[in-house]
């Protein structure tokens, strides 16, 4: 059943012409050089250190590895870090 709603999501994505991180649920990143990383969607955070930000994601989790990582602003289902960003991971 949730392969077909997918199915079904992915389809009225692509006719209406709207974007798939709205219609499936999915993160959006947007970075800014290596300083600055919004992120959309996300489940909560795992974990906070000034050098790891673990965050669950509706399929899986995302890390982020830098230097002093800060999180400047943080909603329900949006997050803001700042730092020296070197490394992102997601895995499902």
Do not use: C
Not at 46 to 68: A, C, P, Y
């Amino acid at each position: 059943m949730r392969q077909w709603n997918r199915r079904l999501s992915k389809l009225t994505a692509k006719l209406l012409d709207l974007p798939q991180d709205v219609v499936l649920d999915l993160p959006r990143f947007t970075m800014i050089g290596n300083r600055q990383l919004y992120i959309e969607n996300h489940r909560g955070v795992l974990h906070f250190s000034s050098d790891t930000l673990k965050l669950g994601l509706s399929q899986g989790k995302l890390e982020i590895v830098g230097k002093e990582l800060v999180i400047r602003a943080i909603l329900p289902e949006e997050v803001f870090i700042e730092g020296i960003i070197s490394d992102i991971r997601y895995s499902d």
